[in-house]
């Protein structure tokens, strides 16, 4: 009796995504999952999966991840996005549900998505980079540039001894046409990590950029004699 109820779970599971995903993928129908998914089962395997999910809450949400990437696979990125929106409003603040939802949103071109999703993520992880370089790089594709510099300045306000946030903070500024204040963030990054040859040497060309002439010689001189090998 047991070893069949088990099957009738996996089989109705199956058949959930294999049946049940497309009725989630339709936008305006994905917040009725769950009644849409309970009137495939009979009592008993809805007693069976209730009891696993007891003791892990997070089948439900793996069985969301199947469906979805089973249309990613089949290029169908707009039902696996409506699949994972549903699944957001049972666990809103799961990193890796974001994670993914934010990936689909960049390659649907869904900027303001990205922006909404990758500030839900910084807020959890503020240390990790990637996601305000989602926020800013979503910002420079609508053509807002202040706000996408803004969410930059965020990061580094975060984590403001990390030499590479600096670094990639004035690449972005270069980048945007603002050398003098990406020159600032050339000179922090160069001060935490004064040892790095190429954070050297990439404060050089900013030193250039300002035709600071005088400071980009003396560096690429320092520079130079660090590298020369004893006689």
Not at 165 to 176: C, E, N, S
Request: hydrophobic share 45%; net charge negative.
């Amino acid at each position: 009796m047991r070893q069949g109820m088990w099957q009738g779970v996996g089989l109705t599971v199956g058949v959930v995504i294999a049946w049940g995903a497309p009725v989630w993928a339709a936008k305006e129908q994905a917040k009725d999952a769950p009644s849409a998914i309970a009137t495939t089962l009979d009592p008993v395997v809805i007693k069976a999966i209730e009891t696993l999910m007891q003791k892990d809450p997070t089948i439900l949400l793996r069985v969301f991840y199947l469906a979805a990437e089973g249309y990613r696979a089949q290029n169908q990125p707009e039902r696996a996005l409506a699949i994972y929106e549903a699944a957001l409003a049972s666990f809103p603040k799961q990193e890796d549900l974001l994670s993914r939802l934010v990936r689909l949103y960049q390659q649907a071109g869904k900027h303001d998505q990205v922006i909404e999703t990758a500030k839900q993520l910084a807020a959890l992880r503020p240390e990790n980079s990637s996601y305000y370089q989602m926020i800013a790089g979503a910002h420079f594709a609508k053509g807002d540039t202040e706000a996408g510099l803004a969410a930059w300045e965020e990061l580094v306000k975060a984590n403001p001894r990390d030499a590479m946030v600096h670094l990639q903070f004035a690449q972005a500024l270069q980048g945007q046409g603002k050398p003098e204040e990406a020159l600032k963030h050339f000179e922090e990054a160069a001060t935490l990590k004064a040892d790095d040859a190429g954070v050297l040497q990439q404060l050089g060309q900013a030193y250039m950029a300002n035709r600071k002439w005088d400071d980009a010689k003396a560096l690429y001189t320092k520079l130079m004699e660090s590298t020369k090998e004893p006689l």
